[in-house]
């Protein structure tokens, strides 16, 4: 493992713990470069009071739940605002769906057990999990992290749902330098890889090309020389949607592991 990244060059899009998957890249001989294609996560206090104050007086039959920060981040609003107790109550009344074992976790250890959950991790998977059911005309609420999830919001309002969506942390873009640097190495292909971390990154880095009239041109490096890197399963989504198909993805959804799986795949496709 120590050489399996020499001579590689990754850009690591992630700002999130960036120079500990810098070091691993170079202790496996290969060259990392911090290109940040997401600015900062922010917790919008006031509007969440609000849309918990929304949650809480107007209890919704589906409460479908993405992340387990963003559920802490719910309790911990609702307490400040004396609403915990009741916010717990709304949530337990309702139909629980969530995705992911991080938000399972965060609501076992409130004594809450999903009517519903993913079979993968993935929003897709989540999806499949919630087509059984009828939602014709159910109030829903969908906890999102900090991005819209169009793919899930289109298939429950199709599904005759009444969605209301509560977004607790908000994305901040990066500098325009910083995504206009990177989208110069893909294209030209300065870059052999690039790992992505959260799909907000992918949003900004494609909105970005596309405002350049660089999109084209940005899929197809990705279709030939630069190798696309997820996290996990809801990133690698965020990738398919934006049209890249070529992607690495480790088993466990870790970053470390994510670095490790991108040198196994390289090693064997040399």
């Known amino acids: 493992m120590a050489d399996q990244l020499k001579g590689v060059t990754v850009a690591l899009a992630g700002p999130r713990k960036s120079e500990e998957l810098a070091k691993l890249v170079s202790n496996m001989g290969g060259t990392a470069l911090l290109r940040p294609a997401q600015g900062t996560v922010f917790l919008d206090g006031e509007e969440l009071r609000q849309e918990l104050e929304e949650w809480t007086r107007n209890s919704p039959d589906w409460s ?3 992340t387990g920060m ?3 981040a719910l309790f911990q609003t609702a307490a400040g ?3 915990e107790e009741r916010f717990q109550e709304v949530l337990a009344g309702s139909m629980i769906a969530a ?3 991080k938000t399972v976790n965060a609501l076992k250890k409130r004594g809450l057990v999903p009517h519903v959950r993913d079979d993968d991790g993935s929003t897709t998977g989540l999806i499949r999990g919630l087509a059984p059911f009828d939602l014709q005309g159910k109030a829903v609420v969908l906890q ?6 169009p793919r899930l919001n289109a298939w429950l309002k199709e599904a005759g749902a009444e969605v209301r969506q509560v ?3 908000r994305h901040m873009p990066p500098e325009q330098e910083d995504l206009e640097r990177l989208l110069m190495e893909i294209t030209e292909e300065k870059v052999d890889a690039v790992t992505f971390t959260s799909a907000p990154q992918i949003r900004f880095l494609t909105e970005y090309a596309g405002s350049r009239g660089m ?3 940005m899929l197809e490096a990705f279709e030939t020389g630069v190798l ?3 996290v996990g399963r809801i990133t690698a989504d965020a990738l398919k949607e934006a049209g890249i198909r070529r992607i690495v993805m480790p088993e466990q959804e870790r970053m470390g592991s994510m670095i490790v799986e991108l040198g196994r795949y390289l090693a064997a496709h040399r």
Do not use: C, E, N
């Open 228 to 230: 696309a890197v997820a």
């Open 64 to 66: 479908i739940l993405t």
């Open 167 to 169: 977004l607790p942390y």
């Open 215 to 217: 999109l084209q041109a």
């Open 70 to 72: 963003g559920l802490d």
């Open 144 to 149: 999102l992290h900090g991005d819209p999830a």
């Open 99 to 101: 995705r992911g074992y």
């Open 81 to 83: 605002m004396g609403l």
